[in-house]
């Protein structure tokens, strides 16, 4: 399988401390990597590092192999979806959410569009007009997953998509994630809930001392 | 020059005034009689020693002197906007934007009225340009230490919505778009307010001085419809430039949002 993104040795180093400390990681097209992890030992930093959202003291990603740094942000970004761990909405109503991404390049995201992809993360279309600071951590969750897919990115890294859900809906949301990886996208997802990452079946890593540790191959 | 004139004693006489804000302070608790009287003394002496620089600028008017005039203004209002700004930037890196957004605001405001509309004969005559530039630096101070208030809060309380825009493909102008719209509109409504109650409320500190010394009253209020539009012209070009530095000072090159580390309240070692 062709390399979609990888990480190379990142190293982040904020006031003195080493968060992440060379951690490597690649994620291929339809592949699936779970992340787990205590907490506070850094996951949510490296994901944000492979998103080029924070300054990286030393170390490379790369998107089909060409280094992020050479690539427009905007480009780089529109092909990465990340949602980080209590996605923000954006002001508006769950419509004004789903079409941002599109929105942002002066396009408009057709409204059976924005229905298709409310469907995909289990919503339906009446959501489209409720105001997007109303809804529950769930729908919010399923919100900005939409919305991110709304770019059609390539790999999606997820930041504990199933923390706010209760027990069936985070299934269903892995679910969901799965099918992302089978439509040929690849998929890093973090978790500290051991059975998601198991239920993702897929590679399996533990962030420890600022580095990935694998711990099982999947299927 | 028809104007009553005030004799020393008389000044000292005003003080009572300060005294009686002094003494509510204390009955009420209010905590500030120091305040009141560092900034009573402060405030006189910065006045008399101004009154004998304009008194030499007048007298001696060398353009070097009132160059020199106007750049200490400048330096003081540029410290002074820069300093002590929550959540941004340290007063020394935010001084030379605080300087720049200024001293643009207040050439477009002032260089085509003394072209055009008060022609200055020599070009440094210093009974115009120095206060009428006074009026224009203070007002840009207090417009782009607005915008940086403002603009460097909505950051750190937006921090996670401006990231998701730039994580869905939006450019650093994108991002803060709304912030700094909403910073330089606020930025700007006091002046917008001023122009809609001038004369209502109350009548503008240099048209009183004006008519109180001698001036005709519609010669004062056309002056002071010249002050008006130049302030107006201040605010809009330095509050979009604070608005424009601040938001550079936000962004990485690689577009990452970065936010100023909180700054102890001492800030001003600079
Ligand atoms: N910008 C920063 N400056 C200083 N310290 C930071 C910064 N960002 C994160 N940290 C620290 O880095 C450590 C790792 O944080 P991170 O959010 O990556 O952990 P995590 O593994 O995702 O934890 P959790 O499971 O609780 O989400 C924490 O101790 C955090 O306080
Ligand atoms: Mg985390």
């Known amino acids: ?219 | 020059m028809s104007y009553l004139e005030i004799p020393l004693p008389r000044l000292v006489v005003t003080l009572g005034l300060v005294a009686l804000a002094i003494l509510a302070s204390r009955w009420k608790r209010l905590d500030l009689e120091r305040d009141l009287a560092w900034g009573a003394l402060r405030g006189a002496v910065q006045l008399l020693a101004i009154g004998h620089v304009l008194l030499l600028l007048f007298k001696h008017e060398r353009p070097e002197w009132v160059a020199l005039a106007i750049s200490g203004m400048l330096g003081v209002a540029a410290a002074t906007s820069a300093r002590r700004v929550e959540h941004g930037p340290s007063a020394r890196t935010l001084f030379p934007y605080a300087l720049l957004a200024i001293v643009l605001g207040s050439v477009v405001a002032l260089a085509p009225v003394f072209i055009f509309v008060v022609p200055l004969h020599p070009m440094y005559e210093a009974r115009y340009l120095v206060p009428i530039s006074g009026m224009m630096i203070a007002s840009a101070m207090n417009v782009v230490a607005q915008v940086f208030e403002r603009i460097f809060a909505a950051a750190h309380a937006h921090a996670g919505e401006i990231e998701q825009l730039l994580a869905l493909g939006a450019t650093p102008e994108q991002a803060l778009a709304r912030h700094v719209r909403a910073s330089v509109r606020a930025a700007m409504i006091p002046t917008i307010n001023s122009l809609l109650t001038v004369g209502l409320v109350a009548l503008p500190g240099m048209m009183t001085g004006q008519i109180v010394s001698g001036t005709a009253p519609e010669q004062a209020v056309r002056y002071q419809i010249v002050i008006l539009y130049q302030l107006v012209a201040v605010a809009a070009v330095s509050g979009v430039l604070a608005g424009e530095f601040g938001r550079r000072l936000l962004f990485t090159p690689h577009a990452q949002l970065r936010l100023p580390k909180r700054a102890p309240a001492s800030d001003m070692r600079a």
Request: glycine letters at 10%.
């Open chain 1, 1 to 219: 399988m062709p390399s979609a993104l990888e990480a190379r040795d990142i190293r982040v180093i904020r006031e003195g401390r080493t968060l992440v400390d060379g951690a490597s990681l690649v994620v291929s097209y339809g592949e699936k990597v779970a992340i787990a992890g205590p907490s506070g030992s850094g996951k949510s930093t490296f994901l944000r590092a492979m998103a080029t959202l924070i300054p990286i003291d030393s170390g490379h990603v790369l998107l089909d192999g060409v280094d992020a740094i050479a690539l427009p942000p905007t480009r780089f970004r529109t092909r990465i979806a990340y949602l980080p761990q209590a996605p923000p909405m954006l002001p508006g109503t769950v419509a004004d959410n789903v079409a941002a991404g599109p929105a942002l390049r002066g396009e408009t995201l057709a409204p059976e569009r924005q229905i298709e992809l409310l469907r995909a993360v289990g919503l339906d279309e009446a959501f489209l007009t409720r105001g997007a600071n109303e809804l529950s951590g769930g729908e919010r969750q399923r919100v900005a997953l939409a919305r991110a897919l709304a770019n059609e990115p390539k790999v999606l890294l997820l930041d504990e998509p199933t923390a706010a859900l209760d027990p069936e809906t985070a299934l269903q949301v892995i679910e969901l994630v799965r099918s992302m990886a089978t439509a040929g996208r690849g998929v890093v997802m973090v978790t500290h809930i051991a059975a998601h990452a198991e239920a993702l079946s897929g590679r399996r890593y533990v962030f420890q001392a600022g580095k990935l540790v694998a711990v099982a191959e999947g299927p």
